[in-house]
């Protein structure tokens, strides 16, 4: 699967997964932008041509030169993503040197366990801030390019203790899974346009995930079949406001579903007999699957509607 001619951007790409979708769409033929955050500030704007930012990251600059020597189009931005205006800028400027951007994968992250008593203001808007904000600037700022060019593919990054939760994981969690209602709607708007939205809920070994592996297991999850998955997601072939999870050589999908409804005849239902039908409704087979909200609200004024004598079209 070849990326020639596809313009792709990257963030969180000076390390780990972000360094690793970024050389594998090089490899594949894509003109690559990679973006991350600032480590530290130096007095002087760095020379190079293919920068325009006054900070560094040498992680990043690893990923650049990766590149380079590949032979691969490529161009660094050092900045946060939780900067609307640097991130309009940017997105300003690769548009004025490529002209299009037909991929973007939002991997920017931040991770850290914390009793949700001991979460702080900052930490908790910091999570925000960069997990779901960073997104949606990113996101909003390639849309209209995307749309006037009539194709686009974006992936968010989502994580497992985001769709399952976890220990500790109250920010990271409720972040992760905003960005899952931003796929399943921006995917609706997207698809006239032949824009196409999708998360990944990745794992793999990374400095950032290596402390909650257990050494034994981590040869397991390599980074071969996210880097698969992800060239899937953001190519020609990608499906459209999909949630896919991958992990030591497993792929699979994920949607939220909905047990069977019980329906309770008007004034019938009370807490009391929710309580007492609790295991009846908990798990009441077989499952719905709903398009969108919009779906969901015709399923219940359908049931309604048959009590009521309202005859629904």
């Given at each position: 699967m070849r990326f020639d001619k596809k313009v792709a951007l990257i963030t969180g790409a000076g390390s780990g997964l972000g360094r690793a979708y970024a050389i594998m769409l090089a490899e594949?033929?894509?003109?690559?932008?990679?973006?991350?955050?600032?480590?530290?500030?130096?007095?002087?704007?760095?020379?190079?041509?293919?920068?325009?930012?006054?900070?560094?990251?040498?992680?990043?600059?690893?990923?650049?030169?990766?590149?380079?020597?590949?032979?691969?189009?490529?161009?660094?931005?050092?900045?946060?993503?939780?900067?609307?205006?640097?991130?309009?800028?940017?997105?300003?400027?690769?548009?004025?040197?490529?002209?299009?951007?037909?991929?973007?994968?939002?991997?920017?992250?931040?991770?850290?366990?914390?009793?949700?008593?001991?979460?702080?203001?900052?930490?908790?808007q910091r999570q925000l801030d960069v997990d779901l904000n960073g997104s949606f600037y990113l996101t909003q700022a390639v849309w209209p390019?995307?749309?006037?060019?009539?194709?686009?593919?974006?992936?968010?990054?989502?994580?497992?203790?985001?769709?399952?939760?976890?220990?500790?994981?109250?920010?990271?969690?409720?972040?992760?899974?905003?960005?899952?209602?931003?796929?399943?709607?921006?995917?609706?708007?997207?698809?006239?346009?032949?824009?196409?939205?999708?998360?990944?809920?990745?794992?793999?070994?990374?400095?950032?995930?290596?402390k909650h592996l257990a050494p034994a297991i981590q040869p397991l999850f390599s980074l071969d079949t996210l880097t698969a998955t992800t060239a899937f997601l953001v190519s020609e072939h990608a499906p459209n406001g999909q949630h896919i999870l991958a992990g030591a050589g497993s792929v699979s999908h994920g949607m939220f579903v909905e047990f069977l409804p019980t329906y309770f005849c008007e004034g019938l239902c009370t807490p009391y007999k929710l309580a007492q039908c609790w295991h009846q409704l908990y798990q009441a087979f077989p499952v719905s699957l709903h398009a969108s909200g919009e779906d969901k609200v015709l399923s219940w004024s359908k049931l309604s509607a048959l009590e009521h004598d309202i005859k629904i079209d």
């Open positions: 594949r033929g894509a003109k690559v932008v990679l973006i991350d955050q600032p480590i530290a500030r130096c007095a002087e704007l760095i020379s190079d041509a293919h920068s325009a930012t006054h900070s560094t990251n040498d992680n990043l600059m690893q990923t650049f030169d990766s590149i380079h020597k590949l032979g691969g189009d490529c161009l660094y931005f050092v900045l946060d993503v939780s900067d609307k205006a640097a991130v309009d800028r940017m997105v300003d400027e690769v548009a004025k040197n490529w002209q299009r951007i037909d991929i973007l994968i939002n991997n920017a992250g931040v991770y850290g366990a914390c009793a949700f008593e001991r979460i702080t203001t900052e930490q908790w390019l995307m749309k006037l060019q009539d194709y686009g593919r974006i992936m968010m990054t989502t994580g497992a203790s985001g769709l399952f939760g976890d220990l500790h994981q109250v920010g990271f969690s409720a972040a992760k899974m905003a960005l899952v209602g931003m796929v399943n709607s921006l995917s609706i708007e997207g698809a006239l346009h032949n824009i196409r939205v999708n998360s990944l809920c990745p794992q793999a070994v990374t400095a950032m995930t290596e």
